[in-house]
């Protein structure tokens, strides 16, 4: 009876409970061993001087006031779109949207923005261009949520679909406004008499944008953590089943919460026009919608924590934006270490909730069973 | 003009890669991996078959043989999305991570990917050339049958396209067959289905997993390549290949995870993609951007339809989108 019947060499199970501190340290070293990789494949590629590329990223996202200004204002933004999204997710409601619902206050800002600028005062102008924005986002979320609440259609190719159905739009608004003709660009809104545009707080452009931004966040954090709303959204996201066996009405809990999603996104393509760009482009948002999923997602849907997944996806984007113009590289190099940052992010999830066995040797096992 | 002779070939050819994007996504799907990073993919195996080529180009020079021209890209094409699958049943399969967030996170990188490459691939060998125009490898690419030019209008329609056309569909309808009629397509199935009682009948999950995902990422890749090489003359351009990606996972859904009719799909939204080129709009060009809606419109009015004929047999994989543990109750 020679039974050679070996054990797995590994054996997963499930971590019940990790301290907060482990966790980070799994994270930080993913970020690092990240780092490590994105060094090898810059000098592999470029035969650059990793640490040179580093240090230029640097420089670029924090070197002066100014660039430390201009990282604020893409925090900000991103931020803004991503705390949007959370509730979303967190309700499994995969928006992939955001981006449209972003573009469809930016040309309900510039709508009327072009309309009125010369027909009414600066201050009910400014607030019909809140209202019409924040109607519009909240407009562009509703369809797909309505859609899948009632019929249960597909919400991530929905929204997604609804992303180009939006840039469409404002490539149309974009010809027949173009300035000059022909140039196939708004240019800048109101310059002269800069009607529509938001007053610069403290003589800082960024500065109304950032606190927007701190209001908006925490008022998702106390919205997603203490109110019933954000209690109802989270037994949906766990189980519809549970839902309704609790007398929560499941339709109406999906549309609120994307209808809320949809209004932070008009909100911010109010204040990309309004505020910082004062300008229409179709790619005024700039992939921010996709990339909020993941900010959400690696902060595991608390607001507090996107501040920090925000701030490494925006570091990454300025970084890039200055070693493209220093080392004379494609600004894309920045999309392929961002991805290797996420992989392994992402990767390192799996090693906060779950816990790897290796079988013990096999002298060892012999004399436990002796 | 509006002629259907020279419309229905365009289409024919911008269907190519949407159908190779879509059944290589609904490979993913049946085995239960939703793969949002299709779009990525097909962006890494244009890219990857264009530095294979691009190097063979240029090395060659005046000894460019077709059939190795043809098989260097086809190569490195493959290479460079099998690598993207690896990563994604990496992540999703063996560190069970959200399907979602991977698959966005590889587009990231495989849109950079293509556009960092393909923009400063020059730059980085030092190339004497002004920019990426495989005319020698395209021409190889696009060489139809002889005797097409001189068939008449069937020619013009069923034979006037290079060899990859033929490939794709060939594809497609393998794809079904093996699906639908093999064994291992029905326990491919049983895995996307429920991968529990898979793993109680002895399916090994995560093979099925890592080969369909795999072979599915190396099929949408071929997608990207056709794109360059045929649609595009061999000329890469950055962003070009725009959302085709996305197009090709929406068309998962309406083909109702069948790829033999994907085929006909994917020939209908080519011809909405190009559709706006044809339709009379004078000097209003503003309306063109109207008309470059349509395949979008059509994708929500098709997913809203699909879900209010709430068939049975319609429905995606009941495991789509889970990651399996088999410890998890």
């Known amino acids: ?370 | 003009m509006f002629s259907l002779i020279t419309f229905l070939p365009r289409a024919i050819v911008q269907s190519v890669p949407l159908l190779l994007g879509c059944v290589g996504e609904t490979l993913n799907e049946k085995s239960g991996s939703l793969n949002l990073g299709i779009p990525g993919v097909m962006y890494v195996g244009a890219i990857s078959g264009v530095i294979g080529s691009f190097f063979y180009e240029t090395s060659a020079g005046e000894n460019f043989n077709p059939v190795i021209g043809i098989i260097i890209p086809l190569v490195t094409c493959l290479l460079g999305s099998l690598m993207m699958g690896l990563i994604f049943c990496l992540l999703t399969v063996t560190l069970r991570a959200n399907q979602n967030v991977t698959g966005l996170a590889m587009t990231t990188f495989g849109v950079g990917f293509g556009n960092f490459f393909g923009g400063s691939i020059i730059k980085l060998t030092g190339a004497d050339v002004p920019s990426i125009a495989l005319s020698a490898t395209s021409k190889a690419f696009k060489t139809s049958l002889p005797f097409a030019d001189k068939a008449g209008v069937a020619g013009d329609l069923l034979l006037s396209y290079g060899f990859m056309t033929y490939v794709a569909i060939l594809i497609a309808v393998i794809t079904s067959f093996v699906l639908k009629k093999t064994r291992t397509g029905l326990e491919l199935r049983a895995v996307g289905e429920n991968p529990a009682t898979a793993d109680a009948a002895g399916i090994n999950i995560n093979r099925y997993k890592y080969f369909s995902i795999c072979i599915g990422c190396m099929i949408a890749g071929l997608g990207g390549l056709y794109y360059v090489m045929d649609y595009a003359n061999g000329v890469w351009s950055n962003d070009a290949f725009g959302d085709r990606g996305w197009l090709a996972i929406a068309l998962v859904i309406f083909s109702i995870w069948r790829p033999n009719w994907a085929v006909w799909e994917s020939m209908l939204f080519g011809g909405l993609y190009i559709l706006y080129l044809y339709i009379p709009t004078g000097a209003n060009f503003a309306m063109k951007e109207i008309y470059k809606m349509l395949p979008y419109i059509v994708t929500i009015i098709m997913l809203i339809a699909i879900s209010l004929r709430n068939k049975h047999e319609n429905q995606p994989p009941e495991g789509l989108g889970l990651p399996y543990f088999r410890e998890d109750r």
């Open chain 1, 1 to 370: 009876m020679d039974r050679k019947e070996k054990e797995p060499l590994i054996h997963i199970t499930k971590r019940k409970m990790i301290p907060k501190k482990q966790e980070w340290a799994i994270r930080l070293g993913a970020i690092l061993a990240a780092l490590v990789v994105c060094a090898v494949i810059t000098t592999l590629t470029t035969h650059l001087n990793p640490f040179a590329v580093y240090a230029s990223m640097w420089e670029g996202s924090f070197g002066s006031e100014r660039k430390i200004w201009a990282l604020l204002k893409e925090l900000s933004i991103l931020l803004m779109i991503s705390v949007a999204l959370a509730p979303a997710f967190k309700m499994k409601f995969w928006n992939l949207g955001g981006g449209g619902q972003v573009m469809a206050g930016v040309l309900a800002t510039t709508t009327c923005m072009i309309l009125f600028g010369d027909k009414m005062g600066n201050v009910p102008l400014i607030l019909l261009a809140l209202v019409t924005s924040l109607a519009a986002g909240a407009l562009w979320a509703f369809i797909p949520a309505f859609c899948r609440a009632k019929w249960n259609t597909n919400e991530t190719l929905f929204t997604l679909m609804m992303n180009y159905v939006a840039t469409q739009i404002v490539a149309y608004f974009i010809i027949i406004w173009e300035k000059p003709k022909g140039s196939g660009k708004i240019g800048v809104i109101n310059q002269s008499s800069r009607a529509g545009w938001l007053p610069y707080l403290g003589g800082k452009q960024y500065m109304l944008v950032v606190l927007i931004a701190i209001a908006v966040t925490i008022f998702m954090y106390i919205y997603l953590k203490y109110s019933k709303h954000g209690y109802e959204l989270t037994v949906v996201g766990e189980s519809q089943n549970t839902a309704k066996y609790v007398g929560i009405d499941v339709g109406k809990v999906i549309i609120r919460t994307l209808v809320l999603c949809g209004l932070i996104c008009g909100l911010t393509g109010f204040l990309l026009v309004s505020s910082t760009d004062h300008t229409m482009t179709t790619t005024l948002e700039g992939g921010r919608g996709f990339l909020g999923v993941m900010v959400a997602w690696l902060a595991h849907f608390n607001p507090i924590g996107m501040v920090l997944s925000a701030l490494l996806m925006v570091f990454m984007a300025r970084g890039s934006g200055e070693i493209s113009t220093a080392f004379g590289l494609n600004k894309s190099f920045g999309d392929i270490l961002t991805g290797v940052i996420l992989f392994f992010v992402i990767g390192s999830e799996f090693f906060i909730n779950y816990q790897i066995h290796f079988r013990k040797s096999s002298k060892g096992k012999e004399a436990a069973d002796v």
